[in-house]
């Protein structure tokens, strides 16, 4: 029985890895900077049933180059297989293998991790597979299945900041005000996204491959619902990040200076919080735009002024993510001061209370680093 998610259209396909020994060009064309035509291939199948079999693969080319595949001898490729009872009656090579390298990259990635943050390296890493596996396995499928695109996410990002802060901080204080002040953060960046989607006038097809969704069987699919949970989805790793910053930085100065009231703790972690913000507005500005460079050098290359190309539907549609993200993040540090203003002083276990801490310098502070 196929799973609720699964298109109507999708094939019965098997896919398998292969060696390519010998490839036939007589069929591509060159048309400028482009090919078309197909590629014809002799594989040998590495896994799998068929294991050590040959067969004779294509490989068609539509002229888009940011879709197609050149292959060459010697090769490691995926190949999509049609079978009827035992024998292969067609072979496709869908792309290159590439999980070797992959591993390798991730392999390196997490030995550097763990070698520069040792327990906490191996934590982070626990919380990155855990966040990959609820994007895959409940995220996704959840909207494919019909649910509302921006609960699910609403819902997936809650428990992924939740686990990822109390894995990272321990249970306790400071993941509490760090997951409490980041929720509040991508609340209020979803909030703003549901009342500006419609005055900028864009279909949620404006995302990469929305429209090829509705083909594939999935015409109910809500896709401005889905574009605004994209919006708080790629600013809620930055929100996160803020959060636990100013969280911990909080519950250090409230560890040294026990005497501290609400209010001064909430104006420390506004102090901390306000570089943070700033720097991570232009972080999420980057990532957003880098997506687009090769559009953006393609309009300035034509001389399009940059009040029309600020305009066009993708660029606005980028602005609206950065923006919109860039109002989660100047506001999680706000938010997770005051909430961590109440936290860390209204709820002091007995050890700080009765702590010795430093006193408020008599002279005038010209630097705040001096209070802690």
């Not at 590629?39 to 539509?62: C, F, H, M, R, T």
């Not at 919006?231 to 929100?239: E, K, R």
């Amino acid at each position: 029985m196929p799973d609720l998610y699964t298109s109507p259209y999708a094939r019965d396909e098997q896919r398998y890895i292969g060696r390519v020994l010998a490839v036939d060009d007589s069929l591509v064309k060159q048309y400028g900077i482009v090919k078309a035509g197909s590629q014809k291939l002799q594989v040998k199948l590495l896994d799998g049933p068929y294991a050590g079999q040959e067969v004779a693969a294509s490989n068609v080319l539509i002229g888009k180059m940011e879709s197609d595949k050149m292959f060459r001898r010697g090769d490691k490729v995926f190949l999509i297989v049609t079978t009827i009872g035992d024998e292969i009656t067609a072979a496709t090579a869908y792309d290159h293998y590439r999980l070797n390298i992959e591993a390798v990259l991730i392999v390196l990635f997490a030995a550097a991790l763990i070698g520069f943050a040792g327990w906490s390296g191996a934590k982070a890493l626990l919380s990155l597979f855990f966040t990959v596996v609820t994007l895959w396995k409940v995220l996704l499928p959840g909207i494919l299945a019909g649910k509302d695109p921006m609960w699910t996410a609403l819902l997936a990002v809650t428990v992924i900041a939740g686990v990822t802060l109390f894995s990272i901080a321990g249970v306790g204080r400071t993941a509490l005000v760090a997951w409490l002040g980041a929720l509040l953060g991508v609340i209020l960046t979803a909030t703003l996204a549901v009342f500006l989607f419609p005055p900028f006038r864009l279909h949620g097809a404006i995302q990469p491959y929305s429209e090829t969704l509705l083909y594939s069987g999935f015409e109910n699919l809500n896709l401005e619902r889905l574009f605004i949970a994209a919006v708080f989805l790629g600013a809620s790793g930055a929100v996160i990040d803020l959060s636990v910053d100013v969280s911990a930085a909080m519950s250090e100065v409230s560890r040294k200076r026990p005497d501290l009231s609400v209010k001064e703790l909430i104006k420390s972690g506004l102090y901390v919080g306000r570089p943070m913000a700033t720097t991570m507005v232009t972080t999420l500005l980057m990532a957003y735009m880098s997506e687009y460079m090769a559009l953006l050098m393609v309009l300035l290359s034509k001389g399009i002024p940059p009040v029309q190309v600020v305009n066009l539907n993708y660029i606005s549609a980028e602005v609206l993510k950065t923006i919109v993200g860039s109002f989660g993040l100047i506001t999680v540090a706000p938010f997770t001061a005051l909430v961590g203003g109440y936290v860390y002083v209204r709820w002091r276990t007995p050890h700080e209370t009765n702590s010795q801490h430093i006193p408020f310098p008599t002279h005038p502070v010209q630097d705040r680093s001096e209070l802690v």
